[in-house]
């Protein structure tokens, strides 16, 4: 019989672990040492990603033995809404309490195609951007991915109020996911799989900051992920100055570790760039940028940068924005300028959260 994984035994034996951790496979061994019969992982899996229910007893044709010990076992949602913001655009903010009561924040965004959501990876974030509202408070721990999953889970419970769903899904919210890998594995394996919440890989994207081993890792497990990268800079010293991380990791590693990943899937890098008043904003950074990337399948997210209180960036202004995107253009670089969404709502990663957090 195949062993449950360490990592598993760990969670069942330290305290309830979320079952939205659990692998259908793991469901599998763990239904097998109870002496369950395997068919009943489709059956769990069906309650918990197509019905979504949120009690153990809601599973109406599992036994009650059954029921019992899943529920001594395992918690299913480990979130509890706290906050809800919605903006004149569609999106939803949503800020959830967690079983420790830490709290974070997911964003579920309208678009023509359908809804986004964007997702938590890590309670905080110690990569110190020196933009961001999510690292003010450091690192408070890394999250499960069933608290990932949740996220999700939570969000399309909200959209089938008016019967639509979740289309696709950013890890784009507080963290850095190559900082928790496991676990943000864990997390896209789930709701990918067909009996998970089967969102097409396509329809899933991973944002680092730069985690350059990282890189290497998530290139070699040859998923179809949509994978982008927050570049924000056209030279190493402009880097360090905004992201620290580039100091462990410098530019041109990063760029050597995107063509690995490049020639190891063969698929197109997304570049975030924001756009920082006077730091990095300017055509002759654009200049330097495509030809950075040069030779790379890649697209260019402008991004200007969201105001936040603590940080003491500037937005660029309009003509500028356009220059740097026509700079662009000109050097045969796909690029767009991002879509701002939820500006009448804290809209910056980590803002509600931060913003919260205060109002305490
Ligand atoms: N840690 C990962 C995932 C976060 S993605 C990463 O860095 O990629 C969130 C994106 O928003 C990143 O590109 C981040 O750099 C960017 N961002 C954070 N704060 C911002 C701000 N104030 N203005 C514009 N972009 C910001």
Not at 176 to 201: M, Q, S, T
Not at 249 to 259: A, H, Q
Not at 270 to 286: K, R
């Amino acid at each position: 019989m195949q062993e449950l994984k360490k990592e598993v035994q760990a969670e069942i034996a330290g305290k309830k672990g979320s079952i939205y951790t659990l692998q259908f496979d793991d469901l599998k061994v763990w239904l097998q040492e109870e002496g369950e019969p395997s068919f009943r992982a489709d059956q769990i899996f069906y309650w918990l990603y197509d019905k979504r229910v949120e009690q153990f007893d809601e599973m109406t044709n599992l036994s009650k033995s059954l029921r019992e010990k899943l529920s001594s076992t395992f918690s299913i949602t480990p979130l509890k809404e706290v906050a809800k913001q919605e903006s004149v655009d569609g999106t939803v903010k949503l800020l959830f309490e967690l079983e420790d009561g830490n709290t974070i924040e997911t964003v579920v965004m309208k678009h023509g195609y359908g809804n986004s959501v964007c997702v938590t990876s890590q309670v905080g974030c110690r990569l110190g951007c020196t933009f961001c509202a999510s690292t003010l408070g450091g690192l408070k721990r890394n999250l499960e991915a069933g608290e990932i999953t949740a996220q999700v889970l939570a969000s399309q419970r909200a959209l089938d109020e008016k019967g639509e769903r979740v289309s696709s899904v950013v890890v784009m919210g507080i963290g850095e996911p190559f900082d928790n890998y496991k676990e943000l594995i864990g997390f896209l394996k789930v709701i990918n799989h067909d009996k998970g919440l089967n969102i097409g890989a396509r329809h899933i994207t991973v944002s680092t900051s730069g985690v350059v081993p990282k890189i290497y890792d998530f290139a070699d497990e040859k998923l179809q992920i949509n994978f982008a990268v927050s570049l924000h800079a056209p030279t190493t010293e402009i880097r360090s100055r905004l992201m620290p991380v580039n100091r462990a990791w410098p530019l041109d590693k990063l760029m050597e570790s995107i063509k690995y990943y490049q020639e190891t899937t063969n698929r197109r890098v997304t570049f975030e760039y924001g756009l920082f008043g006077g730091v990095n904003d300017q055509v002759e950074h654009a200049k330097q940028l495509a030809e950075l990337i040069k030779g790379l399948k890649c697209h260019v997210n402008l991004i200007p940068v969201n105001y936040v209180p603590e940080r003491d960036y500037v937005r660029t202004k309009r003509e500028d924005i356009f220059a740097f995107e026509k700079t662009l253009k000109e050097a045969g670089v796909n690029v767009t300028i991002r879509r701002e969404q939820g500006h009448d709502i804290d809209a910056a990663c980590g803002q509600l959260r931060a913003n919260e957090g205060k109002k305490k």
